[in-house]
């Protein structure tokens, strides 16, 4: 019996993006923008008339925050921007002999 071939509809290294942004990306701007709304519902301020500073707030700072992870990722391997996070909150490893006396590995005729 002959082994059945079916063309596939897409590729499975192909990034899944929107607007050229990762979907860890969108995640971050989400995230930002529910935190600039959270601020910004404090403001009982209202600009032209009708529009709320709270909305002006969360969706001009997403836009904005949208235009500088692009311009920042430009010609950056996939996943920068979860690795750069990862690699600022990772802990730092500290020595207590970083400025003591340069020891040799090896130890020849101690006596």
Known sequence: M?????????????RAEFFGLELE????????????????????????????????????????LVVLIRWAKHGKPRGYLVAWIQHHFRPKAHSARANGPALPYLIENEE
């Not at 002959?2 to 192909?14: D, G, H």
């Not at 601020?39 to 836009?63: E, K, N």
């Open 25 to 64: 990306d969108w995640g971050f701007v989400i995230a930002w923008a529910i935190v600039i709304r959270l601020i910004g519902d404090h403001i009982h301020r209202v600009l032209v008339g009708f529009l709320p500073v709270s909305t002006v707030m969360t969706y001009g700072s997403a836009a904005i």
């Open 2 to 14: 002959p082994l059945r071939l079916k063309p596939v509809a897409r590729s499975l290294s192909v």
